[in-house]
C-alpha cells in the first residue's frame, strides 16, 4: 500500500528518470567498501560516491555496500561509473519492486526483498538490490541492517571459501542471507499462531478476529515476497551466465531449496492460518449453540410450570381442586415431576 | 455488458466489415498529429483523414491520435491508406476486443484497455489500439483524455531520449503511460476499501453487502482488462519483431514487470474484497449472536420469577404461605437470590 | 443427461457403425447445395443423397447442407461417396461429442455446438458437423436453423469476398457464424441475471434458489460447449493443414479471438451466478436476523413487564402495596419508565 | 480402501514376487482362447496354463482371456511363457494399479478399471489387465464379467473389420467395450441424482446427508479410475509403438474422445452433488427460518396479550378499571386490535 | 515447526557448515555395513567412520547404514572419504530436507522422508538420506528403525536378485521399502477417520473439531513430504544417469507408480476429512434446529394457553363466563382443543 500514494507523481515522467518511491528517510545515506582476496581484506566506510570509483577495475573482489537509496543523486553517481542500465537505477531507488533477476551480460541485477518487524512487531519488506559484475558485488539496502553483519565478520577472519572465491560466491553469501533471515521473522508468526489458538480456547471475540485477518494479510505479503524470489533464483541457476562458475551454482541450488523450503512454510503457515478462521466460525456457531440451549432449556422447564399456576391462578367460581385439603401441595408435587420429566428427556438427547 | 445489446445487430455480417460497437457517442472525432525527429517537432489537429496521408511516408517518426472511433469512415480511409488488414480495422472500431498484439510483418497491432472513472465514480475501461509502423504510430481512443499529455509534453521539450529514438519507443511511451494509469485508478479502490473497513466497524448493513459485491465485481472488471495486457506485452517481448529495437525491447521488459506490479495490486484487492465479505458475514452473526445473548439473559432472568409469582398468584384455599407475616418479603427475597444466582452463572460463562 | 438413456444400446456394437443418438425426429432430413464461383452461384435442393454425389468433382466451391441427422442411411451413404472415414459419420450421427476438430489429410472433420433456447426458454444445444474439403464443404445440423441464413444471402448476393473465396473461407464464415450466435443467446443470461437480482431484493424464495441453481446449470453446460471449442479453433490454427490458406489463418485468428471473449463471457456470468447464491445466503440469514430482532424486544419488553403484573397478583395476606391509594398507578408508571429504558438501550444498540 | 489392510503383509517382499492383493475369491481361475484369422475362428476353453502355450507362436490372432487373477501361481507360468516381466505379473496380480499404459517393445501392458455395482448397488471397481503382442492379447480379469460379450459375438459371427484386422484392433475393440460401460454405470448415477433431489424437496433429514456424501465419494473413487485412463489412452495414442497400425490409431483416438467425455460426464455429476449439497443446507437453514418465524408470530402475539391479562390480575385495592360495567370487554377488544395489528406487521414484513 | 526453533542459529553461518539441526538425541550413532556379492555377504557393525573406509574401493557391493545423524563430525569424517561435497553432508544433518534427487556424476544423492508414528500415536517424519556410488550406497536415518530389516534378511538370504544385482538395485530396494511403509502408516488414517465418523454420528462436541483439524494437519504434513518426492523419483528416472542400469529403470518406474499411489491415498484422506469437516459443520446445525424446534414447540403449545389462563385471572368485578357452571371445565377443554390443533399443525408441518 506504502507505494500507492506516490505513484501518482511519477505518471508520465520520462522512463529512466530515478526518483525515490518509498518512506520518507531522512538520515544520510552511508557507503561501506569490502575490497579483499585471498591475501588482504580492506574495510572503509566512504563519504562521497566519487571515493568508489576506483574500486571498480581493482583485480581484487570489491564489495560496495550502500544504506538508504533515498539519496537518488549518490545512486545515479555510483550506477553511472558502473555503466548501470538507467532503467535498473529507476529500479534501485523505486522501493517497490518484485523480487527479479536481469542479466546485461557485463553484469547481473538483483532484486530480492528482505523482511523485518518494526517497534510495533508489524511486517515491513525492504528492497535490496544486489549487482554482480566480475569483480564486483554493489548492494542497496533501504536501510541499515544487521542481517549481513556474519558476512562481514567472515570476511575479516578469512575463514572458509569467501575470501578465496569470486564475486558471484559473495553474491551466493548475501543472498544466502536474506533467505536464511525469513526463518527468523517466521518463528514470530509461529508465535503469534500458538497465541491465537489460545486465545481462541478461550473466547472467540471480534478483536480475535481482526488479528486472524491481519495476519492472514500479512502472510500474504510475505508470500508475494517469496514466491517470485524462487522464479529468481531458478532464473539465475538457468541463465548460464559467464558471471557465475559451476562451483557457485551448485550453491545457487541449494539457496534455491531453500527458498522452496521458505515457500512451504509459508503456504502451511497460510493453511494454519485458514484452519483458525473455520474454528473461529464454528467456536462462535458452538457458543450460539450453547446460548441456545440455555434458553430452551429454562424456558421449556418454566414455560408449563407458569402455564399450571396460571390455571389455579383463574378465578372460575367452581373450581373443585382450589377447595381440596392438599390441592397446593399436589399442584407443586405435579410441578416436580414435570421437571424431573424434563430433565430426564434433556439428558437422553444429550443436552445437559 | 455494454456490448452485449450490440452485438446481434453484427451476427451474420461480412467478416471485415466494421461496424461501431460501443456507448453511442455525437462528439466529431479528433485527428492530431506528431510529427518529430531529433531537431525538430510539429503539431497539427488535422480536419479530414486524408490530410494525415503524406505522413506515412515522411523520413520522421509521426505520432498519428484519432480521439473516437465511432466514425467508422474516417477509420477505414486512414486505415486504408496505411495498408491496415479489414480485419484489425474492425477490431479498433468494434472497442470490446480483450487486450492483445497482432504481428503483420510490417506493422503490428495492440489493444490495451484504458481505466477511468465517469462522473458517478463508476470504473469505465476504454479500449486504447495502437498500431507500430516502421516510422509512425497511429493511436485510437474511444473518447479524449489526458494520459498521453505527458508524451506530448516531453516531444515538445524535446528532452530524454524519446525525440531521438524511432516509432518503437513511441510505443513504449504510450504503453508506459497506460500502464502507470492503472495505478491512479487503484488507489481509488484503497480508498473504497478503507471506507468499506469503517462502515463494516459500524454495522453490517445491507446496502453495504451491495456496495462490496459491486466493488468485486470491477475488480473482476478489471482484472479481464490486466491479465491478457500481461500476455500481450509478453508477446511483443517475444516476438523478436523486427519493428522493435533490442533497446526498446529493454524498456517493455520494464513495462511488463509494471503490469506483473498491475496483477498483483489488482489480486491483492480481490483478496482483501473476499476477507471484507467473510468480514461482514462474521459480523452478521455476531450481532445476531448478540441479541440472542440479550434475549437469552432477558428470558432466563424473568421466566423463573414470574413463575415464582404465578406460583403464590394461585387461588387454592389452603396455602400456607399466603398468610405468614412476612411471606410477600421472603418471596421477594428469594427473587433477588435467583437473580443474583443467574447473574453469577451469566459471568461465569462469559455472556456478560 | 439426453445422450446417456440410449448410450446403453450402443455398448458392444462393432466401431464405425452409425447409430443416431439424439432426441427422436420425424421431420425428413433436408439438403440444399450452394455451388458457387466469381461469377455464379447455383442453389438447389435436393431430394436424394444420389443427387448430391456430381458436386464432390466440379471445379467450383460446393456447399452441402444436411438438416437432420436421424436419417442415417443418408449420411453414411453421402459420407462413402466423399470417403469419409466410418468414425467420423458415426460421430456426425451421434450428437453428443465435444467440439474437436480431427485432420484427415484430404478433409478436416469439425464438430461445433449450436446454443439455442426451446419454446420453453430452456437451454438447447446441438451439434453441428463440418467436413471441409478442398473444393466441398458439409455441413450437418440436428434440425433446420437460421443461424446460416446471412451466409446463404451473401452467396446469392455475391457481395464481399466469400463468392470468390475458397471452402476455407466458406467453413470460417460458417464457424463465424455459430460463435456469433452465441452471444445472442448471452444477451437471454443478462436478462436472467438481472430479473433474479430484482427478485432477491424483495424476497428469498425457495424458488429462487432453484433458479439460481439452474442457471448454474445451464451456463456450465454452455462452457462445456465453449471451452473445447476453443482448444479446437486452436488446434485448426496450428495445424498448417494444406486444406486451409494463410489468408484464411488470418481471420480464423479472429474466430479464436471471439471463442476466447465467449469464454470470458460465460465465466463472468458464472460468477455473478456464484455472487447472487452467496447474496440468497445472506439475505437469507438477514432475514434471519430480522425476524430474532423483533422476537427479542418483543420479549424483552414485555417479559419484564409480566412479571411486574405477576408480581402484584399474588395473593398473601399481607402486601402493603396493594392497598396504597395510588399503587396501581405507580406500578403502571414504573412500566412505562421500563418501557422507555429499553427502547433506548435498543435504539444505543442500533436494533431500531 | 480395500487394498489396505493388505498392504501390510508385502512390504519388504522382493520385488516382482507376485503376491495376489484383493478381495479374496474361491472360484477357479478360468481360461478361454479366440484364436482366429479372417477365414476361421477356433473358441476354446483351456484346463492348464500349458494348454495356452501353443497359440503364443500361430500365425494368426490370440485371444486369451483369463477370468481371476487370484490363481497366482497360473499367471505367472502363462507370463512366463509370453516373456512378461516379474513387475508386470506382479501389477496384474495386485488388483490396486491406476489405469496406465507400459510400453515393453516387444509387448505393452494396459491397466484399466472396470465399473460394476454389487447387488447392494454399491460401486465396484475391478482391475482388468491388457496385454498387447505382435499376433496376440492376453487379457486378465478379477471376475467373469458380461463386458466382453458382444466382442465374443462378433468374433464368431466374422461380421466387421475385427475378424481381418490385427491384434492391435482387438486390443481396441476390448478397451472401448470398457469405456462404453462405464456409461451404462453412469446411467445410475443420473437416477440416484434425481433421486435425491426429490427426497430434498420433501424434508432435509440426516440420512439424505450421508447419501449425499456417500454418492460423492463414489463419484471420486469413478473419477480416480477414469483420470489416468485419459492419459494412458493418450499415452498409448503418441506412443508411435510398432505394435499398433497407423489405422488402429484412428480408432484409439476415438477411445480417447469417449473417455473424454466420461471425464466431462464425472465432473458434471460431481458439480452436481456439490450443489445438492449447498441445497441441503440451504433447505436445513430455510426450515430453521420458518420455525423461527412461526415462534415469533406465536410470541409477539400472545407476549402482549398476556401481559395485557396480567395487569387485570393484579390486586390491587384501588383499580377503577376493574368495576367498570364493560371493562371486561373493552379489554377483549382491546387484544382484538392488538392481534389485528400484528398481523398486519407481519404481513407488511411478509413473514405470512 | 520442529526446526524452525533452530533455524535462528544457523542464520550467518558460513554455507558447507554441517551443523545438526533436529530433536536432540543422545543414543550412540550407529553404523553397520553390508558387503557382499552374489556369492558371499559379510555383515559387520562398525565402531569409528575409518573402519569403513576401506570399504569404498571394494569390488562388491557396499551398503554403510548410518543410525542417527547427531553425530556431525561422523558424517564429516566419512562424507570426506567419500568425497561427497559439503553441501551435501549439510543437508544430511540438517534434518528439515524436503525430498529431491541431486545428481553428481561419480554419485546421487536422494533425500527421502520416512514416516512413523511415537508412543502418543502423532505422526513422525525422519530425514533417510542416500547416497549412490558405483559400488557402494551410504544410507543416513535418525534414529534405528525396523524399515530396512527385511532388505537386509533378503541380503543374509541371498535370493531374489538383490545379491547378484549392482548398488542401484540396492537403491531401488531400499527406496522401495520406504515407500511401502507409507501404506502401513497410512492404515492407521483410515482407522482415525472411521473412529471419527463413529463419534461424529453420537455428537459432534468440540474435542471432535480439533480431532478433525489436528488430522486434516497431519495429512497436510503427508503431503508436503510425498508430492516432492513424486519429483525425485521423476528426476532419478529420467536423469539417464550412468549410476543406474535401465533394468534398474523399470524398477523404478515401479516406485514411481507407488508414490503416484500414495499421493492418490493421501489426496483421497484429505477430502474425506474434509468431508467430515462439512458434516460436523451440517451436524452442529441440524442440533441447533433440533434444539429450536423444541423450544418451538414447547412456546407454541404453552404461550397461547398461559394466555387464556390469564384472561381468567383478571379480576374484573363482572365476567359471565366466571360464574359458569362449566365455565372452568369449557375453558380447559378449550385449551385441550388448542393443543391437539398446535399438534396437527406441527405433524403437518413434518416437525414432529
Known amino acids: ?36 582476496n585471498k591475501e588482504s581484506c580492506e574495510e572503509r566506510e566512504l563519504a562521497t560516491a566519487e571515493e568508489a570509483f576506483p574500486y571498480r577495475d581493482t583485480p581484487t573482489v570489491t564489495w560496495l555496500n550502500v544504506d538508504g537509496v533515498h539519496d537518488v543523486e549518490l545512486v545515479e553517481k555510483l550506477g553511472g561509473h558502473f555503466h548501470i542500465h538507467p532503467l535498473v537505477l529507476e529500479d534501485i531507488v ?48 533501504e536501510q541499515p541492517g544487521d542481517v549481513f553483519d556474519p558476512i562481514r565478520t567472515r570476511l575479516r577472519a578469512g575463514k572458509g571459501r569467501l575470501r578465496g572465491a569470486g564475486s558471484d560466491y559473495l553474491l551466493y553469501s548475501l543472498l544466502d ?15 503469534q499462531i500458538e497465541e491465537i489458538e489460545q486465545r481462541l480456547a478461550v473466547a ?7 488479528d486472524i485477518h491481519a495476519l492472514k494479510r500479512e502472510l500474504t505479503a510475505v508470500r508475494r515476497s517469496v514466491w517470485p524470489l524462487r522464479e529468481a533464483v531458478n532464473a539465475l541457476l538457468r541463465a548460464e551466465s559467464a558471471l557465475v562458475s559451476p562451483t557457485t551454482v551448485t550453491y545457487l541450488r541449494d539457496v534455491y531449496d531453500h527458498t522452496v523450503q521458505v515457500i512451504e512454510t509459508v503456504e502451511a503457515y ?16 458452538n457458543r450460539m449453540n450453547e446460548v441456545m440451549k440455555v434458553l430452551t432449556i429454562i424456558a421449556t422447564i418454566f414455560i408449563p410450570l ?13 373450581m373443585p381442586e ?19 420429566g424434563m ?9 445437559l
Not at 204 to 210: D, G, K, Q
Open 1 to 36: 500500500m506504502k507505494s500507492r500514494k506516490k505513484s501518482k507523481s511519477k505518471v508520465g515522467l520520462a522512463p529512466g528518470t530515478s526518483v525515490y518511491i518509498g518512506p520518507e528517510r531522512t538520515t544520510p545515506c552511508r557507503i561501506t567498501v569490502f575490497d579483499y
Open 94 to 141: 523505486h522501493t517497490a519492486q518484485r523480487p527479479k533477476v536481469e542479466d546485461f551480460d557485463d553484469y547481473a541485477y538483483l532484486v530480492v526483498r528482505m523482511l523485518s518487524r518494526d517497534d510495533a512487531g508489524r511486517l515491513v519488506t525492504e528492497q535490496v538490490s544486489l549487482l554482480l559484475g566480475a569483480r564486483w558485488v554493489l548492494s542497496f539496502q
Open 177 to 191: 542471507a536474506v533467505v536464511d533471515n525469513y526463518f527468523v521473522v517466521f518463528e514470530l508468526y509461529g508465535e
Open 204 to 210: 472467540p471475540t471480534r478483536e480475535l478476529l481482526s
Open 270 to 285: 497460510r493453511e494454519t492460518v485458514s484452519g483458525l478462521l473455520d474454528l473461529y466460525l464454528s467456536s462462535i456457531s
Open 306 to 318: 407458569t402455564f399450571i399456576a396460571g390455571i389455579y391462578g383463574m378465578n372460575f367460581a367452581f
Open 322 to 340: 382450589l377447595n381440596w385439603r392438599w390441592g397446593y401441595f399436589i399442584v407443586l408435587g405435579a410441578m416436580v415431576v414435570v421437571v424431573l
Open 343 to 351: 430433565l430426564h428427556y434433556f439428558r437422553r438427547r444429550r443436552w
